[in-house]
């Protein structure tokens, strides 16, 4: 037996998670197809006339032409190659120059959903309809003239999505990745809903004080934070959306949002300067955990110590997305939390970075 560890990671089978996947702000789909490659396939998404988003297979089985390349037409879209048009419920319902129109001639529709200032896409490998109990929740704030819009970016990820749900759980890349030093870490899962409740010291989105983030996952690719820190002084509060659609087995879109409070008795000037600001900082913390995506390897079996966070029981928590919903086990359905006394401080080398000094100057500013 070798006295070296051996990283071991099995072939990822060509299945995707069960369960709502954000598609970014509603306002960016209209009555313009849009092609969406995701799944390992493609889709057309696009709104009728009644303002509805639907979203069906991309391609038309008739001559395997590109449908977002064809025509709205009331709640249909007709394909610009041949004409033939497919209703909302994926049924062709015209074909100009057919007599009688083909059985078979049906693609798939897919759930939608239009929340929070967000377009969702319901996927289910085994065809179900969605699950009406983990829906994601309502954000009241939404909408709220004290609060921010959605300020969303978009970024490919070429790698397996479990990279980035690992991170749940990963209470030990705080102060390294991030200089932020986690001084109470705690992870809760039940049902389809994980939770990690951290409060820490972050230089960059708290100052002086302690920032405080409860992370929730409603599902295997949704997840808001509720996030507490300061800038200039000011209390800050916030909203963070991160979310992402499997365009492969082996990457992602990853759509990660913010949202702030505004503050009252500010100039709006003002005001929306420390948004920008705040949304920047938090962006920059975000974007590093992406540059460790883009070169680590998989680890199925990796080798942790008693002040690592709960990794396995993350991952089987996860893995009941990826099996048919009559063998998801029912372990889950009594709520199991899990805490990490260890301590983890920022590495000297990670405050002495350039870029986390350039942070740290544009919070001052």
């Not at 994926?90 to 129109?101: E, N, R, S, T």
């Not at 949002?257 to 505004?262: D, E, P, R």
């Not at 929306?272 to 600001?277: E, I, L, P, S, T």
Request: hydrophobic share 35%; aromatic share 10%; proline share 7%.
């Amino acid at each position: 037996m070798s006295k070296y560890a051996k990283i071991e990671a099995a072939p990822v089978e060509e299945r995707y998670a069960r369960g709502w996947h954000c598609l970014g702000k509603a306002e960016d789909y209209t009555s313009k197809p849009v092609s969406l490659n995701y799944f390992g396939t493609k889709l057309v998404a696009y709104r009728g006339t009644d303002n509805h988003l639907i979203v069906l297979d991309g391609y038309c089985p008739h001559m395997g032409a590109d449908l977002s390349q064809g025509y709205v037409e009331g709640n249909s879209i007709r394909c610009a190659m041949h004409a033939w048009r497919w209703g909302e419920d994926g049924v062709c319902d015209d074909i100009p120059y057919a007599k009688k129109i083909p059985a078979k001639a049906c693609i798939k529709p897919w759930p939608t959903l239009e929340r929070n200032g967000l377009a969702y896409v319901y996927h289910d490998p085994e065809n179900n309809l969605p699950i009406q109990d983990q829906l994601p929740p309502v954000i009241e704030e939404c909408g709220d003239p004290g609060w921010s819009d959605w300020e969303v970016v978009l970024i490919p990820i070429e790698t397996n999505c479990r990279e980035l749900v690992d991170n749940m759980a990963d209470k030990a890349h705080f102060g390294p990745v991030h200089a932020s030093a986690a001084l109470k870490f705690e992870n809760t899962f039940h049902k389809h809903i994980a939770v990690q409740h951290m409060e820490g010291k972050s230089p960059r989105l708290a100052g002086d004080s302690i920032l405080t983030t409860t992370a929730t996952y409603y599902g295997p690719a949704y997840m808001i934070t509720e996030m507490s820190g300061e800038m200039n002084g000011v209390p800050v509060h916030s909203k963070l959306l991160v979310s992402h659609i499997p365009t492969s087995t082996e990457s992602f879109d990853l759509r990660f949002g913010v949202m702030v409070k505004l503050f009252p008795g500010m100039s709006k000037e003002d005001s929306d300067a420390m948004v920008k600001g705040y949304v920047e900082l938090t962006q920059q913390a975000f974007f590093e955990d992406v540059a460790f995506w883009h070169t680590k390897v998989r680890v199925d079996n990796p080798v942790l110590c008693d002040g690592d966070g709960p990794i396995h029981r993350l991952r089987q928590w996860y893995n009941q997305f990826y099996v048919d919903i009559a063998d998801v086990p029912d372990v889950w359905n009594e709520a199991r939390t899990y805490q990490v006394d260890a301590f983890n401080p920022i590495p000297e080398q990670k405050l002495a970075e350039p870029v986390v000094q350039q942070q740290e100057e544009t919070a001052e500013a």
